[in-house]
């Protein structure tokens, strides 16, 4: 499989072991990433206030030089990935905002591609059997629950997201490995995303009343696929110590790919202790 590939800003700080896993898994699993040239920041959440046609404009540049690959688009982030379908969609749409994006990118866009995130790859055949397949050690008696928060999933049509309320892809690659994954009921809700900045108080209750629930679970630790979510999580849970990890991370250490020690060293809770 071949994927063109989007790491976003956050590959080059906060979520340096998310992008770097993300490499070594899917080199283990033969998936070439082609990564996207002169990409530029997707906007994040900031973009939007500031103009709706800056918070389109700059993931739909991204998008138009993955078309030039021929190849889906990975984007691991959810913020990206979210960002960049928001630009897809207005795209497909053939809108007003489609029109006013060609009319300032010099180029329209006609479906040549598809954006992804985690759960779309995932999903697509035969990875699942890839992931099984390429285990070494197996992590039976780990118990997590995924966490997909609210950019993978919402809004559902943007997204492209079939279960929105109840997605299971994160399970099914955990699973893949060996680990237990637990049914809890806030793997869609949010995090408090960019509140963590500027009501970091309120935030922290949120992250709290999540991790609470997924020790209630029984899990030793929760997968998740958003920097934010990742940082928000790891560092603004109060009443529980529970590990946050990345679903490349867990594969990661599935595979025994190198370089493992130095991601749990990016964690304010470490995992290592889990395996």
Known sequence: MKLSFYPGCTAHST??????????????????????????????????????????????????????????LLAPCAGCFNNVRRALTAFNEGGEEAKALAEELGEGFGG???????????????????VRARVKKPLSGLKIVAYYGCQMVRPPLTAGCREWENPTALEKACEAVGATALDWSYKVDCCGADMGISHG???????????????KAGADAIVVSCGLCSANLDMRQKTTRLPVIYITELLGAAFQCEGVEKWWKKHIISPAGLF
Do not use: Y
Request: net charge negative.
């Open 112 to 130: 040549e591609i598809d954006v992804w995130s985690f759960i779309d790859f995932f999903e697509s055949p035969g990875v699942l059997e890839q």
């Open 201 to 215: 108080k309120h935030c922290a209750e949120i992250v709290t009343k999540i991790c609470e629930e997924a020790k």
């Open 15 to 72: 979520a340096w072991e998310f992008i770097t896993s993300t490499k070594a898994v899917m080199g283990a699993l033969g998936v070439e990433l082609q990564e996207i040239e002169d990409w530029n920041c997707c906007g994040g959440a900031s973009a939007r206030v500031v103009d709706n046609m800056l918070s389109l404009g700059l993931p739909a540049r991204n998008l138009l030089i993955a078309k030039k690959t021929g190849k889906n």
